[in-house]
């Protein structure tokens, strides 16, 4: 079976420092991989998403960046935190093919003081 | 541009009672569609999903929905609530990408059972 990871589970982190969220899947090859933030009360923001090893597809202009240097392995970034980036960041997989239903990890809960 | 629209950010019922949780979709090709829970400090769990064929899907923990397309809806139902079943609830709708399919979501509805 398939599990997805997600480390670390909370995070607290100043204004102006660095960020890196990973994430990991076991039991399967190749997944379409996503990164979203949930703001506090409201839905779910894709951030990124990537269909392969080194191909990452921003989907807002932001402090953010992502990274797939394996093919089960995401990675979110960021040089110099904002308050705005507080939140809880999901990492979800899905299959290749099919209808792509994202199973979600368990989530980072990143607050920046 | 696909969209989603969950009718209600909360709704609450009793133990025992129909639970109802709505969603419309606006898609310019075949929807995917699916419904997602999530409890407090988790990720989401995919509850179910329609793809083709029936129209009523059944899913985990008593949970089904129904795709009708007419109405552009896939609303969620229950017949009996449990204390276990309150918790934020999304659906989803499925957005074609290139070599992958994105997942509109909507705003989502929180759940609240009632003893």
């Known amino acids: 079976s398939q599990t997805i990871h997600q480390w670390p589970a909370t995070l607290v982190q100043p204004v102006g420092s660095p960020l890196s969220l990973e994430c990991t899947v076991e039991g399967t090859s190749n997944p379409n991989l996503y990164w979203y933030r949930q703001a506090a009360g409201r839905g779910l923001q894709l951030l990124f998403y990537s269909v392969g090893i080194g191909q990452i597809s921003s989907e807002v202009p932001q402090n953010l960046s992502a990274s797939r240097p394996q093919d089960r392995q995401f990675i979110l970034s960021s040089k110099k935190l904002l308050l705005s980036d507080s939140g809880f960041y999901l990492c979800?997989?899905?299959?290749?093919?099919?209808?792509?239903?994202?199973?979600f990890g368990p989530g980072t809960r990143l607050t920046v003081t | 541009a696909q969209s989603v629209t969950q009718l209600g950010s909360h709704v609450s019922v009793s133990e025992g009672a129909l639970v109802l949780l709505r969603c419309n979709y606006s898609s310019s090709v075949p929807p995917y569609l699916f419904w997602y829970v999530q409890y407090p400090n988790q990720g989401l769990q995919l509850l179910l999903k329609y793809t083709t064929g029936a129209t009523l899907v059944k899913g985990i923990n008593g949970f089904e929905a129904e795709f009708k397309k007419s109405e552009t809806s896939f609303h969620l139902t229950k017949p009996s609530a449990h204390m276990s079943d309150a918790a934020e609830y999304f659906c989803?709708?499925?957005?074609?990408?290139?070599?992958?399919?994105?997942?509109?979501f909507g705003q989502g509805t929180r759940l609240t059972i009632n003893p």
């Open positions: 979800a997989w899905s299959r290749d093919r099919g209808a792509y239903e994202q199973y």
């Open positions: 989803a709708v499925s957005d074609p990408i290139q070599g992958a399919q994105k997942l509109v």
